[in-house]
């Protein structure tokens, strides 16, 4: 099917929840993707985190055909070869004990919270007062299912499906007092993002991540880290709250996990996981032989090609050529991040800058409205990035010749300052 007839056939057919980009991927390799014309485009966004070995790695493949030629599926009533090796890797690079595992992200925050919920069950038994109360962050985003929507510090994604999870309470992003204000007895768990993804990627403090460590133990609450999207090596360490010094109860990941394949997972220390057993929490799919197998091969991949390293090297070359187009574009407001997780906050929306760079051949995307997000797979080189650098640089250089940008301006002036003049008028 050619584009205009896939885009006819999913308008008549498809719950409409996305607004696509009209490119029709057929293929990828590496750090390319191609589109049914056999154009290549560099893949600087790798499924929203997902992507992380690029496009066909070999050790994938390989994985993937020997599991899938085996077992595709076993109900979790059943053993099978790769849960506990896989679970047992996790836990060797978090620090962690045990592992649950999940289809999602969403359904990794969904179990969390509840294991959170029975946690305080079991451990204030005799407590007189009520522990369920779950602080998170404003400015959050934890996925789309009840529980996570509820703890999403975000009023857009809330808004729409109250009444939502009761018991949710938002602290103020990097706000110390607030947190030790709203932090009491009555909190069972604090779920954070250590650098806020869809947020714009906003990095917590070191100091606001430890004082929430130090206020969860001392009120026996657990402290969860979303690493949905920073984790397993995005940021060059295997998980960013080990880099900010902290040791999470509970830590959530998946997006890259299987590199491609649906896989998700929550790692909790022995305590916390003690507070479920059989019959309180489950999947069918979760775990599954298929993932799992693949998981593994991505993570011996990770190490056996130094990819961490090459997270950190090339995302510090990345930052460098961003802040270089930073001191020549003024309405370029800030760039930030962690190795291969960088933004770069423009004072508009980024909305058509990013169909732009699609259209000379590169794939990122826009969040928050202003903050063009960059997640490319960890193999990727000096060389990818001096290609991206080049098309944002043409595409920023004809903004700015057609002087339609309105200079930087402080946060709070942005809102009345975004409505440029009409993009038609903008094409060189
Ligand atoms: C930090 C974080 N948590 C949770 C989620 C939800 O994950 P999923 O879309 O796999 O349900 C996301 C997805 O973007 C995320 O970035």
Redesign the pocket.
């Known amino acids: 099917m050619s584009l205009a007839a896939v885009r006819r056939a999913e308008a008549a057919l498809l719950i409409p929840t996305y607004d696509r980009l009209p490119v029709l991927f057929r293929r990828g390799r590496g750090v390319y993707l191609y589109d049914d014309q056999g154009r290549a485009y560099l893949d600087f966004l790798t499924g929203?985190?997902v992507n992380a070995l690029g496009h066909g790695h070999p050790a994938i493949l390989r994985a993937l055909k020997k599991q899938a030629g085996q077992l595709l599926h076993v109900s979790n009533l059943f053993y099978h070869d790769h849960q506990a090796a896989l679970a047992r890797k996790l836990a060797k690079i978090s620090g962690l004990d045990r592992v649950f595992f999940t289809n999602?992200?969403?359904?990794?925050?969904e179990g969390a919270l509840k294991l959170a919920r029975a946690y305080a069950r079991l451990n204030n038994a005799n407590g007189r007062k009520p522990k369920w109360r779950i602080l998170a962050l404003d400015n959050?985003?934890?996925?789309?299912?009840f529980g996570?929507l509820a703890a999403t510090g975000q009023a857009k994604y809330r808004a729409p499906f109250m009444p939502l999870m009761p018991g949710v309470r938002f602290v103020k992003f990097n706000d110390v007092r607030d947190l030790e204000r709203q932090f009491d007895a009555s909190v069972c768990a604090i779920l954070l993002?250590p650098i806020?993804?869809?947020g714009g990627i906003q990095p917590l403090s070191a100091q606001f991540l430890q004082r929430a460590r130090s206020l969860a133990r001392k009120h026996d609450a657990l402290l969860i880290a979303?690493?949905?999207?920073?984790g397993l090596g995005r940021t060059g360490h295997w998980f960013a709250s080990e880099a900010l010094g902290v040791h999470p109860d509970v830590i959530?990941v998946?997006?890259p996990l299987a590199a491609g394949l649906?896989l998700?997972a929550i790692l909790a220390t022995e305590r916390a996981a003690r507070a479920f057993h059989p019959g309180m929490h489950g999947t069918t799919f979760g775990g599954g032989p298929l993932a799992c197998a693949v998981a593994l091969a991505f993570l011996e991949t990770l190490e056996r090609e130094r990819l961490l390293s090459n997270v950190r090297r090339t995302g510090r070359y990345f930052r460098g050529r961003l802040e270089e187009l930073k001191k020549r574009y003024d309405f370029i407001r800030t760039v930030r991040g962690a190795g291969l997780m960088l933004a770069m906050e423009l004072t508009f929306p980024g909305k058509e800058i990013v169909k732009q760079a699609l259209a000379q051949g590169v794939v990122l995307n826009c969040t928050h409205n202003t903050v063009l997000r960059f997640l490319p797979p960890y193999i990727v080189q000096p060389r990818h990035v001096d290609k991206v650098i080049a098309v944002l640089d043409s595409i920023f250089r004809s903004e700015a010749q057609a002087e339609r940008r309105p200079r930087a301006k402080p946060r709070g002036a942005l809102e009345v300052s975004l409505d440029v003049s009409p993009r038609s008028a903008s094409k060189p």
């Open positions: 929203i985190g999602s992200g969403t359904e990794a925050i959050s985003f934890h996925g789309r299912t996570a993002e806020q993804g869809e979303d690493e949905i999207q920073c959530t998946a997006k649906p998700g």
